[in-house]
């Protein structure tokens, strides 16, 4: 059960009306009016509370979990434990999230803006607005309705925020215009200078950076990432793309429309993602290379060349999925032939 | 000599004493009364001065050292320029550093309460704090007795810092229950929502997050590194645990006691470190594995597998030492064949 | 056209004028009176506009620029579109960078001391400072003339800024002497303990860090870098040096002059760059290693070993530019006898 000094739960709901929710099927026989009352690990999951199964890893804990009622693909649900009710769904995942939302829908503080934050006159804040202590917004900035101003964000001249956005605390943020519905987190920095200059011993020579950072509607941004602006063109992140903590984004990149940046990934300057990429974890790119449409890069791969759209790649230097693979092998029977 | 203007030292102290607090040997014929008045690295040190040689690498440096005294491993005792007084130690470096401390104990400011804190009404702060210009403390929040809240940071709505602890400035804590003796270093975001979402080309999915991160006692986590609190179970970072710069742990990570996790870490979701675990800098670990109880991971490892007890790995992706240096053997042998 | 809400633009100026500026030459035939408006990239550029071509990926973009002027390598000028005037220069990035800076040189703000700085008493700051809005500065610290401290930064005791300094928003400096010149970007981190401790199973032992950060003039660090202050001896950043956002800097580093270090590099503890070393995104280096100047590392190498001046590395682990490519080449040609 959620902590409830953090997390504070809606109703009851029956099986029938989180089926109804999500698309999901109750199997014959079992009852659609049974309440469900809470959301829980698999783990951790009683008799009123709803699980899921997604990843198969964790099988084994599906077949003796105590949920009362679980999310699961079709094809587990002979897997079940005697008893547990279900929800069969072809994506568990999604439809536990939306029921998971449901318990616990994201609740705003009351709309007010703190007497001690620091904001330049003339700014223009919309209704239903939350601008915490110690927040900094400078002139000319635009916040836009029922967005959220965590405490110590700092937010820089002429910047515009768009509606139902959040600033985590302390984030810092300059020369970008900001969509609706975007959430960034603590301790991010967007919009600051590129790394742009001209090497030379005698004191490399600072390229003036004229490009912004613009971010589209329903962007996430995790903790501590960086987003440089661009350098006369500007830094683009695409509609509903996710960004996990401490990615470095450098300037003139190209964010297209739901990708998924996991944490600690680096994007150097310039490059261009599509629409719907995918990177794991620390993967680096370099710049001015182009990432097909729906590629998908493993953990740590380093890239050094445009992939081609739907592409799966691996490796440093990356390789196609198959050839990285290939490349394993064939390493591991050299060392055999080698010790032999 | 450490730099008076930030560092303040204490009383000379005798030989003998300093053999005593650390359980150390003087060698017959020295002087057990000679007076210490500092600490100071080898190439730095003058003949009050107290040094150590714990890296073979700085033997060079510690035969020609001006120390008066040096703690060093009674296997490098004959190495000593002549006229340096020695403490013997099988652990030099771990006596040097409770010497240090004894020469430089940590020192906080005289307990206040800044008048330009933003602290909610019914914020529970123990006695002996220091609260700097500029923290935030929300509704429902506690700070344990003798704890040091940095400028500028954040601690949101019911967090739990226990006694003792010390938090840098421009932190950002929430959704979380810290334990005693933690320090949090400067631009730490621990507690912010895991990447958790389901990915649906129409919008990905956000999962609520509803786990806390629990941190227990004498834990140091370093700048700007984010933890994610758990998505339905808890993060968890076990007792005495040393966390470094930059590092990045996501949702339902579980680390036990004592590990050491160097800069720039990346830990997936749902990973469990068993204790004592150290991972050199830039090591990234795949989500959902565990690794084994005193496991030592290499530097820029990718580890993509569980990882036994005790056992080291290196590589991309990671290896068994012995397998990983036998591939680069075998790869060094194939180049020259392949040459000739 | 940079966004006029963001950046404010000089005058415009005759290409003669900036053919002196930048000691380029202007063809003969062409005028050199033409007057050139702003600057601007190749694609977006139009007939009053000056450009640049300095990276052959976009001498096609060149080829049908509608730019008005361009700064292009003299090898490169029979490629230009018919009308495009030139200005030839063998270095035309370095050009395009002190014109750019011409049209839209660095703007500071009126001076002034925001009333809501926290500003500890007896702190001296020079002539001509911008301290904003949250900003918290220790007692002892010293501001030098002209330099700019942004919002909610926070300064520690006995800190030193020099003269015409920027220091981002949110960043946090502590233990630090830094130069003049010096730009220090949002959310860095500088100063804090280095992770310095000896291990030990029954709770590790904190050596204390009894050194300082030296940064030099002219050096600028990225956004939420992070840059641990000595352990005894100092950490120094070296004049001129260029640091890009998130990188981590280990206790006792020296960096050498003139380097340039990209995005997630991270170099661990007393580990020396010599003077102009290169390194790109996410290298990793061990300790108490030295890299010679002008050396110079790819991306995601990762460095055991010293690297001799001037020579080129790549790899993980990381060797000679040539060795690595041979590396590549040979196993590729074992995965095509393995297949065949």
């Known amino acids: 059960m959620p902590d409830r000094r953090f997390f504070s739960r809606s109703e009851p709901k029956a099986l029938a009306d989180l089926a109804a929710l999500t698309g999901s099927t109750v199997p014959a026989g079992m009852d659609p ?8 690990p698999l783990d951790h999951a009683g008799p009123r509370d709803l699980s899921f199964l ?9 077949r003796v979990s105590k949920a009362g009622v679980c999310v699961v693909n079709p094809d587990m649900a002979q897997e079940a434990p005697s008893g547990m009710l279900l929800l069969l769904n072809r994506e568990p995942y999604k439809a536990y999230a939306r029921i998971a939302q449901a318990f616990y829908p994201q609740r705003m503080p009351a709309p ?61 943020i300059s020369y970008s215009l900001i969509g609706d519905h975007v959430c960034i987190y603590p301790g991010c920095c967007i919009g600051q200078d590129g790394f742009g200059f001209a090497i030379d011993s005698a004191g490399h020579v600072k390229v003036p950076q ?6 589209e509607d329903h962007v996430q941004i995790g903790a501590n990432t960086t987003i440089d602006r661009g350098s006369g063109p500007d830094t683009v992140i695409g509609q509903g793309t996710w960004i996990d903590n401490l990615v470095q984004i450098g300037h003139n990149v190209k964010i297209g429309k739901g990708c998924v940046i996991a944490g600690q990934v680096g994007i150097s300057g310039s490059t261009i993602l599509e629409d719907y990429v995918v990177m794991a974890g620390q993967v ?12 998908r890069i493993a953990g740590k791969s380093g890239v050094l060349r445009d992939v081609p759209a739907g592409e799966e790649q691996m490796g440093y230097p990356a390789l196609p999925l198959r050839a990285f693979m290939r490349q394993i092998a064939t390493l591991n029977r050299m060392i055999k032939k080698d010790k032999s």
Do not use: P
């Not at 009016?33 to 829980?40: G, L, N, T, W």
């Open 112 to 172: 007010f803006v703190s007497k001690s934050a620091y904001i330049a006159t003339g700014v223009k804040i919309g209704g239903g607005c939350v601008i915490e202590d110690g927040a900094v917004i400078g002139r000319g900035a635009e916040i836009g309705e029922g967005s959220w101003i965590g405490a110590n964000v700092v937010i820089g001249e002429n910047v515009v925020v768009g509606s139902h956005c959040q600033i985590g605390a302390n984030a810092v």
């Open 33 to 40: 009016q049974f309440m469900v009352e809470d959301v829980s």
């Open 210 to 215: 004229l490009g912004r950072v613009l971010i």
């Open 54 to 62: 997604d990843n198969v890893r964790y099988k084994d804990q599906f």
């Open 284 to 295: 680096g790119i370099a710049g001015h290379l182009r990432i097909g449409k729906g590629a």
